[in-house]
């Protein structure tokens, strides 16, 4: 026996209860889009914006050398007669003085600076370690 009822199983199809999105005619609601909240183009200008950076391709590698290198680098100051520099000033040592310097000696309390002093004329510390 063949069945004629092109619905297969219990499910008829009946009136909705309320309007439904397949029963209007009107546009779907991702036809009209809001401005776009990431990026820099056709930003929505009400909201804040965050720093945004620009992904591009890597950049290839010139393989076309467009200088001598480092090897070949002249000094500006070089000259073809030397190298030309600014007149240096010469110091001079202490100037003797005439009058000797004098030091005032007063009469004060020993006065001892802690740590070891080394000397090269006394003898290296020598600790026999009997263990």
């Known amino acids: 026996m063949a069945n004629t009822e092109p619905w297969v199983g219990t499910w008829r199809p009946h009136r909705p209860r309320r309007p439904i999105a397949a029963m209007h005619q009107t546009p779907g ?10 990026g820099t183009s056709k930003h929505d200008p009400t909201k804040s914006k965050s720093p945004a950076f620009s992904m591009a391709s890597r950049h ?11 090897a070949h680098f002249i000094e500006p100051n070089t000259t073809r007669t030397g190298r030309h520099t600014a007149l240096g000033v010469s110091l001079k ?12 000696m007063k009469r004060k309390a020993p006065s001892f600076s802690f740590g070891v002093h080394h ?7 020598i600790l026999n370690d009997d263990n």
């Open 29 to 38: 609601p991702n036809k009209y889009l809001l401005p776009s909240l990431t």
């Open 60 to 70: 290839l590698q010139s393989t076309v050398h467009h200088s001598p290198g480092p």
């Open 93 to 104: 040592g202490k100037r003797q003085s005439q009058v000797k310097f004098v030091t005032v």
């Open 119 to 125: 000397s090269q004329y006394k003898a290296p510390l």
